[in-house]
T-cell receptor, first 112, second 112 residues
Framework: AQSVTQPDIHITVSEGASLELRCNYSYGATPYLFWYVQSPGQGLQLLLKYFSGDTLVQGIKGFEAEFKRSQSSFNLRKPSVHWSDAAEYFCAVGGIRRDMRFGAGTRLTVKP | DTAVSQTPKYLVTQMGNDKSIKCEQNLGHDTMYWYKQDSKKFLKIMFSYNNKELIINETVPNRFSPKSPDKAHLNLHINSLELGDSAVYFC???????????FGPGTRLTVT
């Protein structure tokens, strides 16, 4: 069955520092992978997605993610974090029934 | 313009009551979903509908009944509410066959 693991429950970075959030997936075929962000009290916003092709995908708000099949990973990165990036980040894999299987989320805190 | 909207945003009710949450999308999508986010932020799919037809029905108590009057609306009715039903419920929509889902802002349900 498709599943996603986000190993880090909570990450704290300083404003201006680089960020990498980890995501590992389990899926038999080529996965459809997503990163969503949830700001406090808000819904989920799609940051970026990977379906096929170039393994480095660019998203909104300066985020990017790299698909690595050999490591079953789809890590999210940002070169310089802003205070407004503080939020909950969810990695997800598309299920065979077109539903979305989410990881447990990583909470990002940004220190001034 | 709101793409996926939910009402109400907050719902506080007592155990044993029956309540409904409404969802509407103006994206022209033909598939809609309900997800539940528990207190640990874990997101899990409950139902999905395509053109008013139920296509995903996860292991959810039959106290939960989705209703889709047309493809732009998917409502969630919950009978005999229990404390464990307290959560944030998210509606989402997509085009059939697409993994890209757009989420509503969520409805925070508190059962006392």
């Amino acid at each position: 069955a498709q599943s996603v693991t986000q190993p880090d429950i909570h990450i704290t970075v300083s404003e201006g520092a680089s960020l990498e959030l980890r995501c590992n997936y389990s899926y038999g075929a080529t996965p459809y992978l997503f990163w969503y962000v949830q700001s406090p009290g808000q819904g989920l916003q799609l940051l970026l997605k990977y379906f096929s092709g170039d393994t480095l995908v660019q998203g909104i708000k300066g985020f990017e993610a790299e698909f690595k099949r050999s490591q079953s990973s789809f890590n999210l990165r940002k070169p310089s974090v802003h205070w407004s990036d503080a939020a909950e980040y969810f990695c997800a894999v598309g299920g065979i029934r077109r539903d979305m299987r989410f990881g447990a989320g990583t909470r990002l805190t940004v220190k001034p | 313009d709101t793409a996926v909207s939910q009402t109400p945003k907050y719902l506080v009710t007592q155990m044993g009551n029956d309540k409904s949450i409404k969802c509407e999308q103006n994206l022209g999508h033909d598939t809609m979903y309900w997800y539940k986010q528990d207190s640990k932020k874990f997101l899990k799919i409950m139902f999905s509908y395509n053109n008013k037809e139920l296509i995903i029905n996860e292991t959810v108590p039959n106290r939960f009944s989705p209703k889709s009057p047309d493809k732009a609306h998917l409502n969630l009715h919950i009978n005999s509410l229990e404390l464990g039903d307290s959560a944030v419920y998210f509606c989402a929509s997509s085009v059939l066959g697409s993994y890209e889902q757009y989420f509503g802002p969520g409805t925070r349900l508190t059962v006392t």
